[in-house]
């Protein structure tokens, strides 16, 4: 076990208890932790790909902690009222259709290789920064409200768009017109 893959362990170790915090209405905690998870993804990244510390062990925790920390939250979220149940769906519904995807064409025999795109990195990036500016402004009391609101549209339109394309990518696969062959396992530096 290597150090990349045993901070990708211990972000998944904090997925209950930021969950636990949220629930108990400790935000300013909740905050502090989700900050913290985040700079252990950015420097498990880091040092992964500057020592060449990759693993395909890695290759495959450091995305299913992002989004088991990221789905954990949003659900949290929209039972605590704190994003509408929509955008909850919406995010949710994306992953497992994503997942879903994935496991179908390789219980088919052709594996289909998660290439992230454009719509797919902004949509993650709102999707972060959405929950990190509600868990800050229940912590601090930013009256951030209005904001919120324009964030929370402009998110659910990126994971609607970012569905299409997967579906899009995935039957180009399954149909086999989009040229490829059997695929490799993905990328640590790949994401969903």
Do not use: C
Not at 118 to 136: G, H, M, P, R, W
């Amino acid at each position: 076990m290597n150090i990349p893959n045993t901070l990708t362990l211990a972000r998944i170790v904090l997925v209950p208890l930021v969950v636990w915090l949220i629930v108990t209405h400790e935000m300013t905690a909740a905050f502090v932790l989700f900050l913290l998870a985040g700079f252990s993804d950015a420097a498990d990244g880091y040092l992964a790909k500057r020592f060449q510390w990759r693993t395909e062990l890695g290759a495959y925790l450091d995305p299913i902690a992002d989004k088991l920390l990221l789905m954990s939250i949003y659900v949290t979220l929209g039972f605590s009222n704190h994003l509408p149940a929509w955008l909850v769906i919406a995010v949710v519904s994306r992953d497992i259709l994503i997942i879903g995807g994935v496991v179908l064409a390789w219980m088919l025999g052709d594996p289909i290789e998660i290439r992230p795109r454009l719509i797919s990195k902004v949509n993650t990036f709102a999707q972060i920064a959405l929950v990190a500016i509600v868990l800050a402004d229940n912590a601090f009391t930013l009256d951030l409200m209005a904001f919120r609101e324009v964030l929370v549209i402009l998110t659910g339109l990126l994971t609607v768009a970012s569905a299409g394309w997967y579906v899009i990518d995935w039957v180009r696969h399954m149909s086999g017109s989009d040229g490829a062959g059997a695929s490799a396992p993905p990328k640590r530096e790949d994401r969903v």
